[in-house]
């Protein structure tokens, strides 16, 4: 094993060592009318941070563009907005020209430095803050591709400060950042905040993805309530052009996969559509069979040029065996069989932005969701619950350009949740949850210092909701609770970004908001949870190297006033299932993040590495221990290597040593982590005039260790697949 570390590292150093060449892309923009040239038209790759201005020819240059689909936008005060969709495949110049319609506008004269990168709040008035712009990770479709990403949460793993734990029951696993847990990270799905998605990450389809946006900061105001904890934001696949592809993977443990989708841009309409199928046995005697369907249809249509509407539908049907646990974990869950069949959900997502002129845009999105899982449970005894609820989210964001310098955006969003015969542990009580939220962030330019303020106010009404009721029951006299408002919460954001030059960049957010714990969850006494108060900091500092690539340095801090934190106690209902008691205590802790990316380097590799570092306390009997439940390190690093037709693709990731005492046998903290994980992609390419096909072997666990991140849920081992993935 030390040999082939060493080896790796000598590979990398090489390479780093070599000349560097990058993707680029390249242009003219000029007036409509009259044929000219047109100098200071910022041009800028939507949901990223590549920009830059025309020259006095109407030339643009964007270099260092990593490979996938992107939007190119103009935008210009004086000129109608324009925008490009473009896909990169390979290292080579590609080329685009803007032709701009003249606007007859009046306005103040203005200054623009082109040294500075534009953030145009008005074609994307979800950005957040650019304090917190070092924190947020951008996972491309063809980085999916390359890591053998099936699911969303496989998609995930190698961000800085990511970390799964791979658990056997309720949800398959919990992905988290930086140690934020209680509450995870939320999802939004094209935008959209999802209340109940926890569940689906891990059979959501990577597939029909276009990029995963995760905000690490716990800073995030716009995309939803996302808790303090982060947010991850999943874009759907778009189309650019005609294009079949297919997709058929066989491997161990008999595991299936089979892809096929299609799509088009036909103008002013793209369209998009997905099928997947993904089966396993899973490991003998493990109980961990599974099967899922994944099915994906997309429309975007821009029936005029300030105005566009975005269509999606997802449904997942299958079915999924809970895995049976391994020693040191209770007897308990080493013996119970149990599984979800069917596993039901269906997802619809409305998008739709006006943008009338440079100085305005409006956007409404809309999301439903209708989840129908049933429960069955075989040892000990015999029960089956059906759990079905559904859910609506209405979303709503106004972005006004109050002057060339200042931009406000306004929105409010309403969520209502039902589940007519209960969720979870409250099955047999009606639950109903109404959530009304109000958002303002405030952003101001001021030569190359940015700074933004934002706050949100969030109520619940509680139209019914049992508190651990079994059987219909109410537990030790807890009475279901009746329209009910909650207190009203806040979230409030201060920072910005100072720009040295095109290149170089400081960033700080400062957050300070109250977090209520899920609505039931009781503590040691059965009794509920007080709310935790969390103040939050980030301070980065983000560069990019000139045919080199992009380094960001993040230093953060958090403190939990009453912080919601499992107490390792569990209650086991009459019916047999258990439910995990929280407690409320003070915690802190203070990190940094160190990410690394190149571009493409002498036409050979792509290079990434990132390390997190964290010290957390917890305050037990007023004084301060060290809170050993969340690991001091996680290091990812990966190189993606071209030789001719040939790639080969190598990821790690370290995870140091922490503990738990959940799932444990006798309620005494276990110790998990400490390993190194191992993968590899090896692939050959056949790029015909008419068809591209890619073979490929995929390695997961090369070591083969059976490491674990919960208690009594080892890693299933060395598995391998192969495949083979073809494009029209």
Partial sequence: ?????????????????????????????????????????????????????????????????PKGTHTVVTSGVRYEKARIRITIREDREYEMDFELEP???SIEAITISRQLQVRDLIEEPQLESSGIEPTISHISEQEMQKQGAETVVDAMKYIPGAMVET????????????????????????????????????????????????????????????????????????????????????????????????????????????????ETDGPDYRNAAETMHNIHAGIQWNPVNDLSLDLHFFHLDGSRELAAAREPAGDRFINRREEFDPYRTSLVTFRGKYTPGSRASTEISLSYA?????????????????SNDQELTLNLIQSLKLSSNNTLRIGGLYNHWLA????????????????????????????????????????????????????????????????????????????????????????LNMANGQIRPREG???????????????????????????????????????????????????????????????????????????????????????????????ST?????????????????????????????????????????????????RTPKPLGDFVDLNSTIGYNLDKNNYDARIYLEINNILDQEYSTVVGYPDFGREFTLGIRMQL
């Fill in 167 to 278: 658990r056997g029951r309720k949800v398959k696993q919990f992905f988290s950042v930086r140690g934020q847990r209680y509450p995870y990270p939320d999802y939004a799905l094209n935008g959209i905040w999802q209340r109940e998605f926890h569940e689906l990450p891990y059979f959501f389809s990577a597939s029909e993805i276009e990029s995963i946006e995760v905000i690490r900061s716990s800073s995030a105001l716009l995309k939803g309530i996302p808790e303090m904890a982060g947010i991850i934001n999943i874009v759907p696949k778009q189309y650019t052009s005609e294009q079949w592809s297919g997709r058929v993977e066989y491997g161990t443990f008999n595991s299936l996969r089979a892809h096929l989708a299609h799509g088009n841009d036909l103008g002013d309409i793209s369209y998009a559509i997905g099928l997947e199928r993904r």
């Fill in 370 to 386: 209708d989840r129908n899982p049933t429960y069955n449970r075989y040892e000990p005894g015999e029960m089956s619950v059906n």
């Fill in 618 to 666: 917890r305050e037990d009997n007023s004084e301060w221990d060290e809170n050993n439940e969340i690991p001091n390190f996680i290091t990812n690093a990966g190189a993606y290597l071209y030789f001719g037709n040939f790639d080969v693709n190598i990821f790690g990731k370290y995870l140091s040593s922490f503990e738990s005492s959940r799932f444990s046998a006798d």
């Fill in 103 to 105: 606007r007859e506008v």
């Fill in 420 to 507: 007519p015969n209960g969720k979870r542990f409250y099955v047999g009580s009606k639950n109903e949850l109404s959530t009304y939220s109000a958002v303002l962030v405030d952003e101001h330019r001021v030569g190359k210092l940015t700074l933004d303020g934002g706050l949100r106010l969030r109520r619940t009404h509680i139209g019914a909701l049992g508190r651990f009721v079994t059987d219909g029951r109410p537990l030790r006299g807890l009475p279901t609770i009746e329209d009910k408002w909650e207190p009203v919460l806040y979230q409030a954001t201060l920072g910005g970004a100072y720009q040295f030059s095109n290149s170089l960049s400081l960033h």
């Fill in 1 to 65: 094993m030390r040999i082939k570390i060493r080896f790796l590292i000598i590979i990398i150093t090489a390479v780093l060592a070599q000349s560097s060449a990058a993707q680029t892309i390249s242009g003219k923009i000029t007036d409509k009318k009259t044929g000219k040239p047109i100098e200071n038209i910022p041009v800028k790759i939507m949901g990223t941070h590549y920009g830059t201005y025309s020259n006095v020819d109407g030339v643009f240059v964007l270099s260092g563009i």
């Fill in 521 to 615: 969850t009781l503590n040691q006494d059965l009794e509920l949870l007080n709310k935790e108060n969390r103040f939050k900091t980030d301070l980065g500092l983000q560069t990019r190297i000139r045919e080199f690539g992009n380094i960001n340095l993040v230093g953060f801090y958090t403190h939990q006033k009453d912080a919601i934190a499992l107490s390792g106690d569990t209650y086991e209902t009459d019916d047999g299932r258990i439910m995990s008691l929280y407690l409320n205590r003070d915690q802190q802790q203070w990190g940094t993040e160190l990410e690394v990316k190149t571009q493409t380097l002498s036409e050979f590799a792509q290079l990434f590495a990132n390390a997190t570092y964290m010290y």
